[in-house]
């Protein structure tokens, strides 16, 4: 076992609220440079620049993970994290059927790069991100699930699109077993406020739009490293995400 510091929400210059240089380049190499090992890209409502991901940080020896910042039809965050590129790929695709037709104004809501693993501004998505899509937080799991999603509520300390805020609790279907936590949450506060919280296995991410918001190397997961691969490695976080591994955060 070893101990891998991780960051599992974090944007890139395709969702229209982050940093024009929040590339794939520039994120992986901050990520390294703060001892970041794992690292997973989570757009709003999309998987468009996660090939690219892959490939950067191959380069900057980090484990990549392909995702996405659902927004459910009741305006909740939903983080979809992919044991496989090709999954997220698949999702990104079929979420487009969901997805509101709004064309993007990049002068008042911000650019939305698709990027090539050099950086390279390959396309730009035209229709606006971040909107709700048409699917209510159940159908969205179910649906995200069927592609191979592992999924979970983000950063539920939040009143804006927090599940909390939202709801008030946690649903009962669907049922998370792990919830993610922004880095000022006062975790014990909203475990004495909703004890079924206690049950739940806790992440904490940084949810960046900025380079300098990328997670320092706080937040750790126990995880086999034998015989070490991204890929081994990669499928050991999801068998920890599924509750099928014991260990947790250090």
């Given at each position: 076992?070893?101990?891998?510091?991780?960051?599992?929400?974090?944007?890139?210059?395709?969702?229209?609220?982050?940093?024009?240089?929040?590339?794939?380049?520039?994120?992986?190499?901050?990520?390294?440079?703060?001892?970041?090992?794992?690292?997973?890209?989570?757009?709003?409502?999309?998987?468009?620049?996660?090939?690219?991901?892959?490939?950067?940080?191959?380069?900057?020896?980090?484990i990549p993970v392909a995702g996405m910042e659902?927004?459910?039809?009741?305006?909740?965050?939903?983080?979809?994290?992919?044991?496989?590129?090709?999954?997220?790929?698949?999702?990104?695709?079929?979420?487009?059927?969901?997805?509101?037709?709004?064309?993007?104004?990049?002068?008042?809501?911000?650019?939305?790069?698709?990027?090539?693993?050099?950086?390279?501004?390959?396309?730009?998505?035209?229709?606006?991100?971040?909107?709700?899509?048409?699917?209510?937080?159940?159908?969205?799991?179910?649906?995200?699930?069927?592609?191979?999603?592992?999924?979970?509520?983000?950063?539920?300390?939040?009143?804006?699109?927090?599940?909390?805020?939202?709801?008030?609790?946690?649903?009962?279907?669907?049922?998370?077993?792990?919830?993610?936590?922004?880095?000022?949450?006062?975790?014990?506060?909203?475990?004495?406020?909703?004890?079924?919280?206690?049950?739940?296995?806790?992440?904490?991410?940084?949810?960046?739009?900025?380079?300098?918001?990328?997670?320092?190397?706080?937040?750790?997961?126990?995880?086999?490293?034998?015989?070490?691969?991204?890929?081994?490695?990669?499928?050991?976080?999801?068998?920890?995400?599924?509750?099928?591994?014991?260990?947790?955060?250090?």
């Amino acid at each position: 076992m070893s101990k891998y510091y991780y960051d599992l929400h974090v944007h890139s210059c395709l969702s229209p609220c982050g940093d024009d240089d929040m590339t794939v380049n520039n994120i992986s190499g901050m990520a390294a440079l703060k001892g970041l090992q794992i690292i997973a890209l989570t757009d709003h409502n999309t998987c468009g620049n996660c090939r690219p991901f892959y490939a950067a940080c191959r380069k900057n020896g980090l484990i990549p993970v392909a995702g996405m910042e659902l927004t459910t039809a009741e305006e909740i965050h939903m983080v979809c994290l992919f044991e496989e590129l090709e999954q997220a790929e698949a999702f990104d695709r079929k979420l487009r059927e969901y997805r509101l037709p709004v064309k993007n104004k990049p002068e008042i809501f911000g650019n939305q790069l698709l990027l090539d693993e050099n950086d390279e501004v390959i396309g730009t998505e035209p229709y606006l991100l971040p909107p709700a899509t048409s699917l209510p937080i159940e159908e969205a799991f179910k649906l995200a699930s069927s592609y191979g999603a592992f999924c979970f509520p983000a950063h539920i300390d939040r009143p804006s699109n927090g599940i909390l805020g939202i709801l008030g609790t946690l649903p009962d279907h669907p049922s998370f077993p792990v919830v993610e936590y922004s880095g000022t949450a006062d975790i014990k506060a909203l475990e004495d406020a909703h004890p079924d919280l206690k049950t739940k296995r806790a992440l904490t991410d940084s949810d960046a739009h900025y380079l300098w918001d990328i997670s320092e190397a706080e937040n750790a997961l126990d995880l086999p490293d034998e015989p070490y691969s991204s890929a081994f490695v990669r499928h050991q976080l999801f068998r920890y995400l599924r509750g099928e591994l014991g260990g947790g955060n250090a």
